[in-house]
Structures are given as structure tokens and as C-alpha cells.
């Protein structure tokens, strides 16, 4: 907005889609398995409305400054991301479009490590595992009846 203010780019840079992988190197990727277009429905949208209480969750953890939230099929170019080795890569959209299936990624911005003496900085781990659980639990407590741990995956993936 203040770069339209300013002059130095246009109100169409505004709707331009948001690539998440341009800010976060760390990522959260959730995929419903549903078994048909109702339970998608059903099920996409119970997660919708609580992906904000993951996020909230995860950045209650010392280490995460910050959690934004994107379908994946809101990624420009890009309608499905799959976890390949632990990196971000993009599969055709035939792939996609097989199965009733939904994903989001959950960008976060992981606080840097202390340097070491040599000046480079370790990799810091985060165990996001409790508040994945807290999660789960809210979903189960939303609807009793469906079993999340088989129908939501959940991977850590890095670009």
C-alpha cells in the first residue's frame, strides 16, 4: 500500500497473488484426504475456520515470530505443492486434481540461532508436534465423528 502512496507501483501490484515462498523458508503443509466432494466441502471448510488457531498456536512457541496461512492452490503457478525430500516443488495439475483433496501451507518465520565462534549459525529445530496435537484435538472436538490423523496430513517442508 505505501509503495501506491508513493507512486512507485500501481493499484493492479495489489491484486496480484501472494507468493508465501517469497518470504518464509520454513513451512507447515496440511493436506485433507477427503473420500468425496462433500466431505471436502465439510471437512475443507471445518479447517478453514481453525487454521487461525494452529497459526495462534504455533507462534505461542518461542522460536516462531511469525505464521501466515495460504491455500496451496493459491500459489501463483502453482495449484498443488507436494513434499518431495523436505523441499517445495511443484506437480502437474492431472496430479492435483486425482482424489478429493485440499492443502494449505503454513509459512513461518523461525527466529535465527546464537551465532557460533565462526561466525555461521546453526540450524535451530523447532517441535511443533504439541501444538499439532492442540489442533487435531480442536478439529476432533468440532466433529467427533471424523478421525483427522487419517484424513489431514501434516509435513514440514523448506524451500
Same mark, same amino acid.
Given at each position: 500500500?505505501?509503495?501506491?502512496?508513493?507512486?512507485?507501483?500501481?493499484?493492479?501490484?495489489?491484486?496480484?497473488?501472494?507468493?508465501?515462498?517469497?518470504?518464509?523458508?520454513?513451512?507447515?503443509?496440511?493436506?485433507?484426504?477427503?473420500?468425496? $466432494?462433500?466431505?471436502?466441502?465439510? +471437512? %475443507?471448510?471445518? @479447517?478453514?475456520?481453525?487454521?487461525?488457531?494452529?497459526? &495462534?498456536?504455533?507462534? !505461542?512457541?518461542?522460536?516462531?515470530?511469525?505464521?501466515?496461512?495460504?491455500?496451496?492452490?493459491?500459489?501463483?503457478?502453482?495449484?498443488?505443492?507436494?513434499?518431495?525430500?523436505?523441499?517445495?516443488?511443484?506437480?502437474?495439475?492431472?496430479?492435483?486434481?486425482?482424489? $478429493?483433496?485440499?492443502?494449505?501451507? +503454513? %509459512?513461518?518465520? @523461525?527466529?535465527?540461532?546464537?551465532?557460533?565462534?565462526? &561466525?555461521?549459525?546453526? !540450524?535451530?529445530?523447532?517441535?511443533?508436534?504439541?501444538?499439532?496435537?492442540?489442533?487435531?484435538?480442536?478439529?476432533?472436538?468440532?466433529?467427533?465423528?471424523?478421525?483427522?490423523?487419517?484424513?489431514?496430513?501434516?509435513?514440514?517442508?523448506?524451500?
Amino acid at each position: 500500500m505505501k509503495k501506491i502512496v508513493e507512486g512507485s507501483a500501481t493499484w493492479e501490484d495489489l491484486f496480484e497473488p501472494y507468493d508465501i515462498r517469497q518470504d518464509y523458508r520454513h513451512f507447515l503443509k496440511l493436506v485433507l484426504l477427503a473420500d468425496n $466432494f462433500q466431505e471436502l466441502g465439510r +471437512l %475443507g471448510g471445518l @479447517i478453514d475456520s481453525r487454521l487461525r488457531d494452529l497459526a &495462534g498456536f504455533l507462534e !505461542e512457541h518461542q522460536y516462531i515470530e511469525s505464521v501466515r496461512i495460504t491455500k496451496a492452490s493459491d500459489l501463483p503457478k502453482s495449484p498443488c505443492f507436494e513434499s518431495v525430500s523436505g523441499e517445495l516443488s511443484s506437480s502437474s495439475e492431472s496430479d492435483c486434481e486425482k482424489g $478429493f483433496k485440499r492443502a494449505w501451507l +503454513l %509459512g513461518m518465520k @523461525i527466529l535465527k540461532a546464537a551465532p557460533l565462534p565462526d &561466525g555461521t549459525y546453526p !540450524e535451530r529445530k523447532v517441535d511443533v508436534t504439541q501444538y499439532l496435537l492442540r489442533f487435531y484435538g480442536t478439529l476432533q472436538e468440532r466433529d467427533p465423528n471424523t478421525n483427522f490423523l487419517n484424513k489431514l496430513i501434516t509435513a514440514y517442508v523448506t524451500r
